[in-house]
Every structure is written in C-alpha cells, then in structure tokens.
C-alpha cells in the first residue's frame, strides 16, 4: 500500500468504477468526485451513491480507506456545449469524425476543478478512466493530454500532482478482467448490477454485462468487451 491520498474521478460507470477498485487496492485513502454537469441521463448519478454503499458494505479491507465524496454542480459545461450528451438528440458522427456524444474540454475542466478540490484535502493523485485502446475518437482521453494536465495543474497549484489512468493501454475485455483480479466476483457483479454505462439511460434491460439499451456506442463497447472477456476466461 501506498501511502498517498487520491481522489477518483467517478462517474458510476463500469470504466471509473473499476479505477475506485485499482485507488482502494494500492492507496492509504481514496475520495471520490463526481460532476453534474445537466446529463439527460440522472442515472448515472443515482449509480454513484449505489456502488459507493456497497462498497462499504461488501469490502470491509476498501470501506476503511474510502472518504469524502465530493459532487460538484457544473451546470455551466451544459450549457456551453450543444451535444447528444445533454442535448435528446439521436448519437451520430460529426463532420470532423468525433460522435456528437463528445463534450469538449470536459475532461479538461473536470481534471482542473478535481485539482483544486485536490489542493484543499491533500490530495497528490488524481485517477481517471481515460483510455485510448477502445477509445471513441475523445481527444480529451488521449495519454499526451494527461501528460500535459499533469504538469499544467502541477505547475499551476505549485504542487505535484500526478494523473493516473489504469486503463488508458487496456481494452474492454481486461478492464472486467482487471475487476476480476481487484475484486474477485463480487466486484463483477457490483459492475454488473450497480454501473450505468448506456447512452440512452436505460435500466429497464437487464444484460449478463449490465442495464443498456443494447444498440448504442456505449452499450455496443461494453457488451463486446465483455462477452470478449467471457471467450478468454471462460471459453
Ligand atoms: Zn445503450
């Protein structure tokens, strides 16, 4: 165990979920934050508060080192973007090739105001689920852009401050793996049961990976990774 305090950035989504799982396994104390930023889709918030109690409830050796969970309300990202994100419009691909599901700057802001809630609670690590293996096009989740926030928010709090990202060289399928090897399956089915990772903000579908539509990007990302997972582990 390391001894640093981190802060998440937790969403309630498999990805940033299995990121809480990898903090609690290797730092002395882990606290969470979350943005609502005007998504259409409330559930992912609900999700947050449901993984986090079971978190406590089910894994006595993580409960202990997890803290505070900070919810920001940055309503401001959601008016300044126009996407399907925020927006009831149907997910396609823009001009420039990026899904109109993108937010720009929104993993920028969100590493900047974890920053400064990072200042405040002494915290020295910031954890994200950016990845750029199964990655949706997202220039804001690519590995350079982290290395640039770090040392910009390092430099700009006088601080170090280092950003970690546990997925960003790993594709769908060996993030449940790596779920499986934090939590065993107790954490699979937390993933399962607990995260949201869907689009269209379905929970009325219930998958052997998870609530979903089925059809959207999203939905499509994680069912393939997980029945991936599932031939490799389990052919
Ligand atoms: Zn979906």
Redesign the pocket.
């Known amino acids: 165990m390391i001894a640093k305090k981190a802060i998440v950035l937790f969403s309630g989504g498999q990805d940033s979920t299995t990121c809480l799982a990898w903090a609690l396994n290797q730092y002395e104390h882990v606290e969470t934050i979350g943005f609502d930023y005007g998504q259409n889709h409330r559930i992912e918030l609900d999700c947050r508060h449901t993984v986090l109690a079971r978190i406590r409830n089910d894994f006595p050796q993580w409960a202990e080192r997890l803290g505070e969970d900070h919810l920001l309300e940055i309503g401001v990202l959601g008016r300044i973007s126009d996407t399907a994100l925020t927006k009831d419009a149907e997910i396609v691909l823009q001009n420039d090739g990026l899904p109109n599901t993108f937010v720009p700057g929104r993993n920028l802001l969100f590493l900047t105001l974890a920053s400064a809630v990072a200042y405040r609670r002494g915290c020295t690590v910031l954890v994200g689920g950016m990845c750029e293996t199964d990655f949706s096009g997202y220039p804001d989740c690519r590995d350079n852009t982290m290395k640039a926030m770090q040392v910009a928010l390092s430099l700009g709090i006088a601080r170090p401050l280092v950003i970690e990202t546990p997925l960003m060289w790993i594709d769908k399928a060996e993030t449940w793996q790596l779920a499986a090897t934090l939590g065993g399956d107790k954490l699979v089915k937390t993933i399962q049961e607990d995260t949201h990772t869907?689009?269209?903000g379905?929970r009325e579908h219930m998958h052997e990976w998870g609530f979903?539509?089925?059809?959207?990007p999203?939905?499509e990302l994680r069912a393939g990774g997980y029945s991936n997972w599932q031939k490799e582990t389990r052919p």
Do not use: E, H, P, V
Not at 212 to 216: D, K, Q, Y
């Open positions: 869907c689009y269209r379905d979903g539509c089925g059809t959207c999203a939905c």
